[in-house]
């Protein structure tokens, strides 16, 4: 358990980290705080990898398992400012909160796992074996997943404890997301003689009544595999008397285990293959959306927006060996799926790396005006993940 001594470094650290803007694409000055942190408090290897996540490790005295402790450095805008009653930027402490961007999502989760390691190898003089990576990670509130692959390639854990916010609890799994694509080309033509062309727009409607008609895959823990239209953009746009000759929709496709990238498009090439046959003028695309960003290294990051699901078993034995230290120390955590996706979208949904989340704070305070930490939760993840570092390192 942290000591009072402890305790205040790591209040320190999440206003230290709280105090610095840093939005996605933006997180060099947080990445140095923190690699700042390992330095003073004695971790063994201190590296900024290309895409510039911060990554802290320290090694026990013997061979064994390597967990990496991930956190994001980014954070989401402030929205409208003038809404805000306190500066999210001060990270002032009022009624044992800590109040700023990034103090639930996640930055005191962040910290917490940066004081756990360094208090679990300073209390145990460095006798466990294995290593412990913290690993303060980029864009990952535009990319989940996508810069922790750096990460999960160099160290190749067999663990990997999330820190988003859970309330303390475990969390065992999430659904996976996919950005789908589907484009309609027409022919153009004066709107004064439609007859000569093909509205692309008309065309969409009718792929996306028959994509409202699919059903929806469902899973007894993870629930629905539901799939929403986020936007629709036709061109030439604006149009002025001319038949629109383009037309593109974004779906947010949320996944459950076992779909794969083909799976999920599968029935809605069904659908378009079938539309074209019964209408030859129509001619539609689907497709995962592709990004690609910079990062503050100038490290380009890019990947197609398809990042899957996973879940483990309740009687797991890691996730037992876990539960079972927790409650050792006085926590009684529930075991639950997140309700959003996560960084362990690659770790555990691609790599089927051992996964667990388990962060302070109430997940709805993510990404709101006023956002704030309760400092009893911030204390509580890092007693939590010295618990788990005592159950996995072993
Ligand atoms: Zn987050």
Redesign the pocket.
């Known amino acids: 358990m942290l000591d009072k001594e402890n305790e205040s470094r790591l209040i320190k650290l999440c206003q230290d980290l709280v105090k610095v803007k840093s939005l996605s694409g933006e997180e060099e000055e947080v990445a140095q705080v923190l690699a700042t942190f390992f330095k003073e408090s004695g971790f063994d290897e201190i590296k900024i990898d290309s895409c510039g996540n911060s990554i802290g490790i320290i090694k026990g005295n013997m061979p064994g398992p390597t967990i990496v402790l991930d956190?994001?450095l980014d954070?989401v805008p402030v929205g409208d400012i003038n809404k805000w009653t306190v500066d999210p930027f001060a990270a002032l402490i009022k009624d044992n909160r800590i109040y700023g961007r990034g103090t639930?999502?996640?930055k005191g989760?962040l910290s917490a796992m940066a004081v756990a390691a360094s208090t679990f190898a300073k209390n145990n003089n460095r006798d466990f074996p294995g290593r412990i990576i913290v690993a303060g990670i980029v864009y990952?509130?535009l990319f989940e997943g996508i810069a922790s692959k750096y990460i999960c390639d160099e160290y190749k854990p067999d663990y990997v404890v999330i820190g988003?916010?859970s309330e303390l609890n475990l969390k065992i799994g999430q659904r996976g997301r996919a950005e789908i694509v589907v484009e309609t080309f027409g022919v153009p033509s004066h709107s004064a003689h439609p007859e000569n062309g093909v509205n692309a727009v008309y065309s969409m409607t009718k792929v996306v009544d028959a994509i409202n008609k699919l059903s929806i895959v469902s899973h007894p823990i993870l629930k629905e595999g539901i799939m929403v239209l986020t936007d629709i953009k036709s061109s030439p746009y604006p149009g002025s008397s001319v038949v629109p000759s383009y037309c593109k929709a974004t779906y947010d496709r949320r996944t459950i285990v076992g779909e794969t990238k083909e799976s999920v498009l599968e029935p809605i090439l069904n659908c378009i293959k079938e539309l074209e046959k019964k209408d030859p003028t129509i001619k539609a695309k689907v497709s995962y959306a592709q990004a690609s960003n910079e990062c503050y290294t100038k490290n380009i990051i890019s990947a197609e927006k398809f990042f899957p699901a996973w879940l483990y078993e309740e009687d797991d034995k890691f996730v037992q060996d876990c539960l079972k230290e927790l409650r050792k120390q006085g926590f009684d955590p529930d075991i639950a799926i997140y309700d959003?996706c996560?960084n362990g979208s690659y770790y555990a949904g691609e790599k089927g790396v051992k996964t667990i989340g388990l962060g302070p704070s109430k997940e709805n305070l993510?990404h709101t005006i006023d956002e704030y930490i309760e400092i009893s939760q911030l204390v509580g993840a890092a007693n939590s993940y010295i618990a788990i570092l005592n159950a996995l390192m072993k």
Do not use: L, P, V
């Open positions: 956190g994001h954070t639930s999502d996640m989760g990952e509130e988003e916010s959003f996560t993510a």
